[in-house]
């Protein structure tokens, strides 16, 4: 028997999931919650949890994090209907367990939830797709060709307007630029971005 807490800001969707394992012996619904919450008052007994993220009160990524700390046990599978990195990345590195669209069909569901107990990894395509381009693509604070090119005339001394010139862009766009710079570098002005790039090995 697999016990389960649906957490969803949304009645008609709590009602839904309760009504889609409610002729499943292998499943009971053992609450029902609104919010993280009341998520973290409801979760002694559950074996797995379905999350929902954006809720009022306390968001479903802060919930899982308390979950992880207070429940460790628990497995926290996350139905959403949203896709996007902000959404994902955070959900995954708070501990949950999968995560999956609410377009799913109910098989999938069920089969994530059946495999989310035994402590699986599950992924809707896209989130899967996501997460693989994160892997392959450039490492969080890597700079950009082009930012490591105006980079590297500032560190020759070179002022906004010149680099400008130089790159054919307009001086708007440089400061642009540099603010993704200090922001990739963790600085705060070009003195600090041109020393922190000789540190990590940026600029010859």
Request: proline share 5%.
């Amino acid at each position: 028997m697999i016990r389960l807490l649906i957490v969803d800001d949304h009645p008609i969707v709590r009602d839904g999931l309760r009504g889609v394992f409610a002729g499943d012996p292998d499943f009971t619904v053992t609450g029902e919650a609104a919010n993280g919450a009341e998520a973290l008052a409801l979760a002694d007994g559950a074996d797995v949890v379905l999350m929902d993220l954006r809720m009022p009160e306390m968001s479903g990524v802060e919930a899982i994090t308390r979950l992880r700390e207070t429940h460790p046990g628990v497995r926290v599978l996350v139905l959403t209907t949203f896709d996007t990195d902000s959404d994902v990345l955070p959900a995954i590195e708070a501990g949950a367990t999968g995560y999956l669209l609410k377009d799913a069909p109910r098989e999938d569901l069920i089969r994530a939830v059946r495999a989310a107990h035994r402590g699986e990894s599950v992924l809707s395509p896209s989130v899967a797709g996501r997460l693989m381009g994160r892997v392959r693509g450039p490492s969080p604070g890597a700079l950009s060709k082009r930012e490591r090119e105006v980079l590297a005339l500032v560190a020759d001394g070179t002022t906004n307007r010149e680099v400008a010139r130089r790159l054919f862009v307009s001086e708007a766009t440089i400061k642009t630029h540099l603010l993704h710079i200090y922001d990739k570098l963790g600085v705060r002005d070009r003195a600090a971005a041109v020393a922190k790039a000789y540190e990590r090995g940026l600029l010859p």
